[in-house]
């Protein structure tokens, strides 16, 4: 499913070169569920940012699903995101003035699929997050539990292979942190790869494999390989 071979990424400023990643390698398998922690600064978010393909990178090669990322084209690079990953943040990041069943179908629009369509996911979406009643309300209306599950509808929509989370928990508190968990547990099963950061210890031991970033490396070179 994902595959990068030592790469590398650097932020150059004036007067700074930070290396973020460096010799930065990881396979995950179709249907992993890998928690990713590490100290801040360490390249976790950066790490996150080019498995997304919202980022290039200096070196290396990356494999998403069989396809090399490096030589396409930008239209190319969306078109893959688009129908490949679905992407969940602390913040939610969902518009404050669109209802859900709207904020869900932000990405649908923009790939173009029919109404029919379109309606039909983000029902379907709203319901295995438990938000079907919900569909009208504006995100303040929401808990942030329940704002971070509109988020979750909103990425699978999309019906994505592969699902990328940074801190989806950061922002709740423990026992809405432990629902986020689960649903995304259950999402896992029913065939999703989830690459999830977190700082949050016992969800990252609830992952199938806990792999951890310092100095822009995977800390223990065993936990480069799926098992
Ligand atoms: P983490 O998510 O683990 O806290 P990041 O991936 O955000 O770490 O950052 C890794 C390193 O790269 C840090 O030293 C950070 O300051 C640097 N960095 C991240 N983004 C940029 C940027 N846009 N410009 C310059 N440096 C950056
Ligand atoms: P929780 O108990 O999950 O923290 P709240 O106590 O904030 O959530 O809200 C309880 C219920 O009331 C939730 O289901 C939420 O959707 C609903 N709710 C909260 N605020 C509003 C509002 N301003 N308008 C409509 N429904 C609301």
């Known amino acids: 499913m994902l595959k990068m071979e ?39 978010t950066t ?32 078109k893959l995101r688009n129908e490949k990953i679905g992407f969940i943040f602390q913040g939610f990041n969902l518009i404050p003035d669109l209802n ?20 039909h996911r983000i029902e379907d979406a709203l319901a295995k997050v438990g938000l079907s009643a919900r569909a009208k309300h504006l995100p303040s209306q929401l808990s942030g539990g329940q704002q971070q599950r509109a988020a ?32 995304l547990e259950q999402i896992n099963t029913q065939g999703t790869t989830i690459v999830m950061v977190t700082h949050d210890p016992e969800l990252a031991r609830r992952a199938q494999r806990n792999i951890q970033i310092v100095d822009g490396e995977v800390a223990d070179l065993t936990l480069r390989q799926a098992v």
């Open 100 to 119: 859900i069943f709207d904020n869900v179908d932000v990405p649908l629009r923009y790939r173009g699929f029919g109404r029919a369509e379109r309606k």
């Open 152 to 183: 979750i509808a909103r990425a699978l929509a999309g019906e994505p292979a592969f699902l990328l989370a940074d801190e989806p928990t950061g922002n709740l508190d423990t026992m809405m942190a432990r629902q986020v968990m689960e649903l």
């Open 47 to 78: 790490f996150l940012n080019i498995a997304g393909l919202l980022e290039p990178f200096d070196g290396g090669s990356y494999q998403l699903d069989g396809i090399s990322v490096h030589g396409l084209s930008d239209s190319q690079r969306s």
């Open 6 to 44: 030592h790469i590398a990424k650097v932020f150059r400023t004036d007067t700074v070169a930070t290396h973020a990643l460096r010799d930065f390698s990881l396979h995950v398998k179709a249907g992993e569920f890998v928690s990713v922690t590490g100290p801040s600064g360490a390249g976790k």
